[in-house]
């Protein structure tokens, strides 16, 4: 069991973000939450899945709702919500959880997982049910395995606690969560998924949080070292170059607890005369070059600074941006076919068919860094 040094949990977040394809929530919020735990004297533990116990229980806590600019979001005070919901769904069950798991990868819902574990005392468990950030309760490798979703708790700011005993499905808890999170100013903490070890190892995604510590080390050391930080995160995600340039529309809105937008980019460079657009909900789901489909969920697409290499989420990239679009393929788990039936494009209501990242015949080996 590793214990995580504040350097490595701000590679994680740094990489967490990157792999949010565009939402998984505030990273800014999520590094103010760690760095507290780190001054309050919390430590962090990471465990891998073989360190969990085969009759152990573990949740996976986190925040529901949709994502806002970072000039309104870091107003909010920081919310323990998702901790509340830990709490009872321990209580109801009337077990400790040995660990928590993060719902996704993602600046923020990851930062919650770790703190909420770290204030609680436990490890947080080195994978998580996505392998990048989803918009949707049902969009996880759970849902894929058949793993239940409830009980299930969920906390508001209000002071709300509710437990869900049952519920008939994942695709209803979406919508009864997501209704207590639109009535909740847009964000209400949950704790799902109260599964033991043996089963959890065979329905998540391993070692995702090393990973994204990875990448985020080596944007660090690339812009400590003067590199090309964009480069780093490419190989460092094993991943491709899709689009260079400067956004020329970014609009977007809140729609039943989702931010729902759209980006349309101006290429630069090698990209002169080309254009690219992404449709997002809460994170990337489908982008175009120059009008024809080009990369959808599963995969990831990731919009970043060409100068720091860092995520822009969505909705804070805005018009006249220069930004750098990248993607890598996403984790097996979501190629089956009943993880491109839950989160394919067609899911989203898209009819393009799905084509893995690495036979898009436009990325070449010129683009591949």
């Known amino acids: 069991m590793q214990v995580l040094t504040g350097e490595e949990l701000e590679d994680l977040i740094l990489g967490c973000t990157i792999l949010g394809t565009g939402g998984g929530g505030s990273p800014q919020k999520g590094l103010a939450m760690i760095r507290a735990d780190l001054r309050e004297g919390r430590e962090f533990r990471l465990a891998n899945l073989e360190e969990i116990p085969d009759e152990a229980m573990v949740a996976s806590p986190y925040m529901c709702g949709s994502i806002s600019p970072e000039d309104a979001a870091g ?26 798991i993060p719902t996704e990868i993602g600046g923020e819902n990851t930062a919650i997982a770790l703190s909420v574990a770290a204030k609680m005392e436990i490890p947080v468990v080195n994978a998580d049910p996505a392998g990048r950030s989803v918009p949707e309760l049902q969009h996880t490798t759970f849902y894929v395995k058949n793993v239940p979703i409830a009980p299930l708790a969920v906390a508001s700011a209000k002071g709300d606690i ?35 070890g043996g089963i959890l190892r065979e329905s998540v995604v391993p070692r995702t949080l090393s990973n994204a510590m990875a990448i985020g080390a080596a944007v660090r050391q690339a812009r400590s070292s003067g590199t090309d930080p964009v480069e780093a995160v490419v190989t460092a995600q094993r991943g491709y170059l899709l689009f260079k340039g400067k956004v020329v529309q970014a ?7 989702f931010t729902i937008g759209d980006l349309s980019i101006r290429g630069q460079g090698d990209y002169l005369d080309h254009r690219y657009r992404i449709w997002y909900k809460n994170e990337n789901i489908i982008s175009w070059f120059d009008d024809q489909p080009d990369v959808t ?20 990239c805005k018009k006249g941006m220069d930004v750098v679009v990248t993607g890598c393929p996403a984790p097996k788990q979501w190629r089956s076919s009943r993880g491109l039936a839950l989160f394919g494009p067609q899911g989203f209501g898209y009819e393009t068919r799905y084509r893995p990242i690495e036979e898009n015949t436009r990325l070449g080996r010129v683009n591949r860094l």
């Open 297 to 316: 969920v599963p995969d990831l697409i990731c919009v970043l600074d060409p100068n720091t290499g860092e995520a822009i989420t969505n909705p804070n």
């Open 251 to 257: 609009g977007w809105k809140i729609d039943e607890g």
């Open 75 to 100: 107003t909010q005070k920081e919310s323990l919500e998702c901790l509340e919901a830990f709490k009872a769904l321990e209580k109801y069950l009337g077990k400790r959880f040995f660990a928590a």
């Open 162 to 196: 509710i437990i869900l005993k049952e519920v008939a499905d994942d695709l209803r808890a979406e919508v009864i969560v997501r209704a207590i999170a639109v009535a909740s100013a847009n964000r209400a903490g949950v704790a799902d998924h109260p599964v033991r």
